[in-house]
């Protein structure tokens, strides 16, 4: 059994900022990618942010440069800072990782269950 779990959202102001956190347990062996989504009311669920095991990153276009995606590998946790946050940036957070069970040893991907950030005046 695995789970992750999702902190750090909220309200905030144009152009403020916030820190998201997302722990994982349960019976890891080890975990590969671990990603940022985000869903707006409407609009299909996009990736936002990915850190691999290696610690590469990658980024969407529209949060370049705003946000950082890092990870404590000893706590099995990833965070996304974000920061000049835009309306357009609400939206429920979620993440996602691919972890390899230490009881079977495949790989399952795995959904956190969602924050909800809103960036509004």
């Known amino acids: 059994q695995v789970q992750l779990v999702e902190s750090g959202g909220g309200l905030v102001q144009p152009g403020g900022s916030l820190r998201l956190s997302c722990a994982a347990s349960?019976?890891?062996?080890?975990?590969?990618?671990m990603d940022w989504y985000r869903q707006a009311p409407g609009k299909q669920r996009e990736l936002v942010a990915t850190?691999?095991?290696?610690?590469?990153?990658n980024y969407a276009d529209s949060v370049k440069g705003r946000f950082a995606i890092s990870r404590d590998y000893p706590k099995n946790t990833v965070y996304l800072q974000m920061n000049s946050l835009k309306p357009e940036d609400s939206a429920v957070y979620y993440c996602?990782?691919?972890?390899?069970?230490?009881?079977?040893?495949?790989?399952?991907?795995?959904w956190g269950q969602g924050t909800q950030v809103t960036v509004s005046s």
């Open positions: 996602n990782a691919d972890i390899v069970s230490a009881i079977d040893l495949r790989r399952y991907d795995y």
């Open positions: 349960g019976t890891i062996l080890s975990i590969y990618a």
């Open positions: 850190i691999t095991s290696g610690g590469s990153t």
